[in-house]
């Protein structure tokens, strides 16, 4: 039996997940982590992805928008947004792709010249979420269209 | 002296009242169970990020190159407060606490000499300002149309305080709500939004377990921050809204049982006209035999 750890993931809204966990897998801002027991104690931020979670039982995939991971004793991951991956369908995540197309406008109204800061941030939120849309096998036609 | 028909009608007016009041009373009552759900439910999620970000300010915090919305501006000439009440009326004091609480608040700071900026939420409150602080309204907050206050609701908020914040508007942001205690307790509160507060860490949290940050730990810092504040406005909308629930159950509870004594005294006074009514008939009756 391998060893586990205590897993919680909470949005705003709800308790979405409390379980005892093997592994973690974290789509964190500077490159996918993975958490098993006994991990460093570390504080990271998530950008859009799939967070997988394996238990003794089987895996689970959430999709995640944002928010942030600690990783001690247990694991905690805060998400702003979070919905398990079988719930996610064309409109939520159509929702979501709109959400960040807007605010890669706005930032780019706000900054015309390419600077790096906000412009790239939205830019690279967007592309985060097209590529989620990728995973999960759903379609990002709001992004294509501006492009 | 009413006639007869008069406390007839009057008493099916208060009758028909209590029916509306009673049905206000449930309605509200089953609000309040779902509203006290959703404040339950955030509760994980604010507690640990309240954990988190106090640690991690306590850590920063004294660096120069903190946030400014952790240190603030180095001033407090300008006072931000955002007046959180309720889009309906009819729940008792509910409204009126808070805008008391917010308007001695604005009263001291004004005898102060700072300056007031108010931001409302909820159409009650913002009528009830409006007389006297009309002119230090910078903005509103219009949520009648939300039916199940939602993350993004305040998220929205957020930015909007957020953006004035970095616009230099204000130096000090304070938000008033209702604290739910219970369903015949709400406490108006007052809490400071900008620059951030915590409550002091308990004893084992500071500084047990040393955390790696991923990216830095400022980066991460000004990025909690703003969700923060939304954070914190979310909790006190959610808290709102069950007192709001609360307050409005016993108003009607206390509307409805005086309706109910209002029947019975009508009814009562309705019996003895009628009773003095035949009384009369017989006199009359009885005279006119006599007379015979």
């Known amino acids: ?147 | 002296m009413p006639s007869l028909k008069d406390l007839k009608n009057r008493i099916s007016s208060v009758k028909s009242t209590r029916k509306i009041t009673k049905a206000m009373q449930m309605v509200a009552a089953a609000k309040l169970r779902r509203a006290q759900d959703a404040a339950e439910m955030s509760r994980p999620y604010t507690e640990r990020f309240n954990a988190l970000l106090g640690g991690l300010a306590a850590s920063v915090g004294g660096s120069a190159t903190a946030p400014k919305l952790l240190s603030g501006t180095g001033k407090d000439d300008v006072h931000m407060l955002v007046v959180m009440t309720a889009e309906r009326g009819l729940c008792g004091g509910f409204n009126s606490s808070i805008v008391k609480k917010a308007r001695t608040q604005i009263e001291t700071l004004k005898a102060s000499g700072k300056t007031v900026k108010i931001l409302t939420v909820g159409k009650k409150g913002r009528e009830q300002l409006k007389r006297d602080y009309g002119d230090l309204f910078v903005g509103h907050v219009d949520l009648s149309d939300v039916k199940k206050i939602g993350y993004a609701d305040a998220q929205n908020i957020a930015k909007d305080i957020l953006v004035r914040f970095d616009n230099e508007e204000f130096d000090v942001a304070t938000i008033f709500y209702s604290k739910f205690q219970s369903v015949i307790s709400q406490v108006p509160t007052a809490q400071q939004v900008i620059p951030a507060q915590f409550d002091a860490p308990e004893g084992d949290a500071g500084g047990s377990t040393l955390y790696e940050y991923e990216p830095g730990e400022e980066a991460i810092l000004a990025d909690l921050l703003p969700r923060g504040v939304a954070t914190q406005i979310f909790s006190a909308l959610l808290e709102n809204a069950a007192s709001e629930q609360g307050a409005r159950m016993s108003a009607m509870d206390n509307a409805t049982r005086n309706a109910g004594e209002m029947i019975d005294k009508l009814t009562i006074e309705y019996n003895r006209s009628r009773q003095a009514v035949i009384t009369n008939e017989l006199i009359e009756i009885i005279s006119g035999a006599e007379a015979l």
Do not use: C
């Open chain 1, 1 to 147: 039996m391998a060893e586990t750890m205590q897993f919680d993931l909470v949005s705003p809204e709800r308790n979405l997940m409390s379980a005892a966990v093997t592994a973690v897998q974290i789509p964190g801002t500077e490159g996918d982590l993975t958490a098993m027991p006994n991990h460093a104690p570390m504080i990271t931020t998530l950008r859009p992805g799939i967070l997988k979670v394996e238990t003794e039982t089987g895996t689970q995939e959430f999709v995640v928008t944002g928010g942030f991971a600690e990783i001690g004793q247990s694991v905690s991951v805060l998400a702003e947004k979070a919905v398990p991956h079988g719930d996610m369908d064309q409109a939520t995540y159509d929702a979501l792709v709109e959400e960040a197309v807007m605010a890669y406008k706005a930032a780019k109204e706000a900054a015309p010249e390419n600077e790096p800061g906000p412009v790239d941030e939205a830019a690279k939120l967007l592309q985060d979420m097209v590529a989620v849309g990728t995973h999960i096998g759903l379609d990002p036609k709001a992004a294509n269209l501006n492009y």
